[in-house]
């Protein structure tokens, strides 16, 4: 309190106490009362208008300490691209947004300048270009039997917008059926109209799903008919091939193309517009329910280069102003400078400074900050800056705080600029800032951290939170779980520390539906993720990012991605979401193969990509977080799912041959075992398990590396660590190696570590083993409860799906399922009973269920079926899960569960490489040497 408030206040009771005393009201004065009642009648007359004044310097005096006392504290972390809307908004002028017509040809009388005709025709398996010159006189027409298509080409600027329209009428029978009328291509290359294309070729070029292109269809009418679409080209892109199209099969008789006209306009007028962008999607602001498609707010989540973050659209000359709430000292906004990498000008280097963005911030009127950014043509230059600018206190009204950008763009249009995550934190403890600017002016290079100040006591404030997944981990092979010695010193420290589950449980044995549990504290059924093309929907389920996110946690997320990606809805509340594995081994045959097989944004794959957001960037974020602003920092990694250890590994593990390459090691041995020859299990063991073992010591010295930044920067004891893994791993049990295909325990059972925060009140002590079962869905709302916050009520944490319980003590009943195109199957454990139940088969339900019964306290290794033995209990199990299948039906119908490769062909190629990479070819639909 300050000392004018002090004051005010103690005169307030010192007027307060004079007033009680000279009433004569016994009820509400007592003996004090008393001795004034003898008091002389000319002073009793007096007393009411003396009471009116002091009660009118009670009323003046409490508005001068209202008005003198200290403002009312913001909120510590103020998104402002979310939890603000801006005051003020200066948007691109309305000229960027108008087409530019390219073409715009009348095919009714050839009138088609600018147009390059091919026809391309099928002669013995190969499609051969031919000249084609529009008739002169009468529409052109297309015959449905001849199966032709004609193509014209058109260069075009990468990045530009296009829009493409053809006009088309139906002659003959079939009028009003569907038809591919026309498609675009994009190419990198310049199209060559005299190469002759296989029958794959043509096919691989209308491929949505390996290249980029838009097909036009719908359809065709006895009346004209016009086909439109708009879409962003790829920053590759240098030419466009323009088909129209009379495919053999099918009616109208005829096709009778009438007009053609393609238009193009910049990328940042596009965007302005309201458009849309690979790797660019709206999200919705503070504006409400419509601000997804308004300009005005310009929230966004944007992928660069590998790392996904929310934030506000730089389209210059657009600009931003906030009133930030009055605040007595100093705040740090951190925010990400953003820009979208384009590929090298073939005009050469000289051209490459064409693109540029100026950020600009103000506060309070002054300029606190400028930087100019040249959009990246190298792997090399990052394609995002993080930076931290110290703003002015403002005691004495809101500070007005304004992001603006301009660009400078010499033979080109302005680079694709975003604001990322501008996020305004108010310390309670002196900042610590990492690149503020020195003057108003000019900033200055990033300083290293000072020393974070003591530790506050733990319950003052929210805890932080660190969630780490190791991938395929199973906790038989760890050190604090009975498994080799010395190969998780970190992670058997870390238990020694804290609190390990002897019996946590996946819900599933593959990735998607585990970490869709883990997120959103339900399981499968519920949550609806559970096979290659699903998705996670804000619906149907509560995102513990989310939750943390708005209660002022600051959110990021270093992911190996695949089924891990944003492209499921993993990103929902995350400020920035990499999807770049943590932790590689690049130099490695095997990480070489999985380098070489995923698709980056910018080609070719370099190094440098990959190291930007290794365990190293993991750790300096951690180092630049401020100790009294909470954080929820989600990680990920394949390393043990990959089988791919660092060269210093397989040396250790005399895993290298006299030459210094890798030991063969290849999957198809264990393929052969899985389809039969049981006869190679002792092979595909030994074969196995010194490289899994070794990704397994990579995992803990991983797992050490952020353990060792939370205590350099001063964060252990206010973090919650929590380490998991999404399943386990076969090696054999069950004629089985690999995982997702079976629920035994060797694929579901998952180690569970945490280390709590100091002082929590459900703080265990240190090395508290417990053996009560516990589940991935618990993770969640465990986490929540910790950090003080009530679970949404659509995690799973009431009766009879879980218990509601400040920490996972053990549920009764846990739910494991697996619900593909391939199978369907689900687990159900009560006590040391596990039931599984066999319910179908590649998409189809069984018509007789499977059931097996196992004791998994006498009978781990579930080798001896007792359903005979209890069938009582196990109708019981089979009721319970009944219940949870009647209640997922509800949320999430299942319908046809078949899967074709058609049904992929919607998908992002750049995920379903990496999905091939990592070994889920099967799951997608065709067969592999290397499904792990």
């Not at 199209?191 to 290249?211: C, K, M, N, P, T």
């Not at 304004?402 to 934190?425: D, Q």
């Not at 590994?649 to 041959?657: D, I, Q, Y």
Request: proline share 9%.
């Amino acid at each position: 309190m300050r000392p004018e408030a002090e004051s005010a206040a103690r005169f307030a009771e010192v007027c307060s106490g004079y007033d009680v005393r000279m009433t004569g009201d016994d009820r509400h004065t007592g003996r004090g009362s008393r001795r004034v009642a003898s008091t002389a009648p000319a002073r009793q007359r007096v007393l009411p208008f003396a009471r009116l004044c002091v009660l009118l310097c009670v009323l003046l005096l409490g508005l001068v300490t209202a008005a003198c006392a200290d403002p009312p504290a913001p909120p510590v972390v103020l998104r402002l691209w979310r939890d603000v809307a801006p005051v003020a908004v200066s948007g691109p002028p309305a000229t960027s947004s108008e087409w530019e017509i390219l073409i715009d040809s009348d095919l009714r009388h050839g009138a088609a300048t600018a147009l390059s005709f091919r026809r391309i025709v099928d002669r013995e398996g190969e499609w051969v270009p031919v000249p084609f010159e529009l008739p002169a006189q009468g529409p052109l027409v297309l015959r449905r039997s001849s199966g032709w298509s004609l193509v014209t080409t058109l260069p075009v600027r990468s990045g530009d917008a296009l829009a493409v329209e053809i006009t088309v009428r139906g002659e003959g029978a079939g009028v009003g059926e569907t038809v591919n009328v026309g498609a675009v291509v994009e190419l990198a290359e310049p199209w060559d109209h005299e190469r002759r294309l296989s029958g794959q070729d043509v096919l691989d070029l209308f491929d949505e799903s390996r290249h980029a292109s838009v097909t036009l269809e719908g359809p065709v009418r006895a009346t004209s008919t016009v086909f439109a679409a708009e879409f962003a080209l790829d920053s590759r892109t240098r030419e466009v091939a323009l088909f129209l199209t009379a495919p053999w099969d099918g009616k109208p008789e005829r096709l009778v193309f009438e007009r053609l006209v393609v238009k193009r306009q910049a990328l940042s007028g596009w965007v302005a517009a309201g458009g849309t962008v690979p790797r660019l999607d709206r999200i919705v602001g503070p504006g409400g329910a419509d601000a997804d498609r308004s300009p005005a707010t310009g929230a966004v989540r944007v992928r660069f280069d590998r790392d996904e973050r929310e934030g506000l659209l730089a389209l210059a000359p657009t600009s931003y102003a906030y009133d930030l709430p009055p605040w007595p000292e100093v705040r740090l906004l951190d925010v990400a400078l953003g820009v979208r990498p384009e590929p090298r000008d073939p005009a050469g280097p000289a051209a490459r400074m064409y693109r540029t963005a100026t950020f600009k911030v103000e506060a309070g009127g002054e300029l606190f900050f400028e930087e100019s950014f040249t959009a990246p043509d190298e792997i090399t230059q990052p394609a995002w800056r993080d930076r931290r600018i110290v703003l002015p206190p403002s005691p004495d009204g809101p500070l007005r705080l304004v992001l603006s950008t301009e660009v400078w763009a010499v033979g080109g249009e302005p680079p694709l600029a975003v604001w990322g995550h501008p996020t305004v934190r108010t310390p309670r403890v002196s900042p610590r800032p990492s690149g503020a600017p020195a003057s108003p002016t000019s900033p200055t290079p990033p300083t290293p951290p000072t020393p974070a100040p003591p530790p506050t006591p733990a319950g003052s404030r929210a805890p932080h939170v660190v969630l780490i997944c190791l991938d395929t981990l199973r906790p038989d092979r760890l050190g604090c779980y009975g498994g080799p010695a010395g190969n998780s010193p970190r992670l058997d420290a870390l238990a020694a520390e804290g609190v390990r589950f002897t019996r946590a449980y996946s819900t599933t044995s593959y990735t998607l539906p585990s970490h869709a549990s883990l997120m959103t504290g339900q399981f499968p059924a519920l949550h609806g993720a559970v096979d290659v093309v699903d998705k996670l929907s804000t619906q149907r389920s509560a995102f513990l990012a989310d939750q943390l996110a708005r209660a002022g946690y600051v959110t990021a997320a270093f992911t190996g991605g695949g089924y891990v990606s944003t492209d499921y809805g993993f990103g929902n509340g995350f400020d920035r979401y990499s999807h770049n594995d943590p932790v590689w081994a690049t130099e490695t045959v095997r990480g070489a193969q999985l380098v070489n097989t995923v698709s980056w944004q910018r080609n070719p794959v370099q190094l440098d990509l990959l190291r930007r957001y290794d365990a190293e960037a993991v750790t300096d974020w951690i180092g630049s977080q401020q100790p009294d602003v909470p954080f929820f920092l989600f990680l990920h990694t394949y390393i043990v799912h990959n089988y791919a250890p660092d060269n210093t590994r397989l040396e250790a593990r005399e895993l290298l041959t006299d030459d210094f390459e890798q030991r063969p090691f290849d999957h198809r041995a264990r393929t052969r075992f899985n389809a039969g020859e049981l006869e190679l299990r002792d092979e595909v063991y030994d074969a196995y398990m010194p490289f899994y073992d070794a990704t397994v010591a990579m995992a803990d010295e991983f797992v050490g590396k952020v353990l060792d930044a939370l205590g350099h920067a001063g964060l252990a004891d206010d973090t919650l660590v929590i380490v998991t893994s999404d399943h386990g791993e076969e090696f054999g049990e069950h004629d089985f190696f690999g995982h997702g295909e079976t629920l035994y325990d060797s694929n579901v059972r998952i180690p569970m570590i945490a280390r709590l925060p100091r002082g929590a009140a459900d703080g265990a002590l240190a090395g508290t083993v417990t053996d009560q079962p516990v589940s991935l869905v618990d993770v969640a709302p465990w986490i929540l409860r910790v950090a003080g916050l009530e679970p949404d009520p659509r995690m799973s944490v009431r009766p009879p799906l879980g218990p509601d319980q400040v920490s996972p003590p053990g549920r009764e009943l846990t739910f494991i399922e697996l619900d593909t195109h391939r199978s369907r199957k689900s687990a159900v454990v009560l006590d040391e009973l596990k039931l599984h139940v066999q319910l179908g088969e590649n998409g189809e339900d069984l018509p007789e269920e499977r059931h097996q019964l196992y004791d998994v306290g006498t009978d781990p290794a579930e080798e001896h079926d007792v359903f005979a033995e209890h069938d009582d209990r196990a109708a019981l199990l089979r009721e319970r899960l009944a219940g949870l299948h009647r209640l997922g039906e509800v949320l999430n119908p299942r319908g046809d569960t078949s899967l074709s490769l058609e049904d992929l062909e919607g998908m992002d190629p750049a995920l379903l490489e990496q999905l091939r990479a990592l070994g889920y070819l099967e799951l997608l639909g065709g067969g592999t040497d290397d499904d792990g």
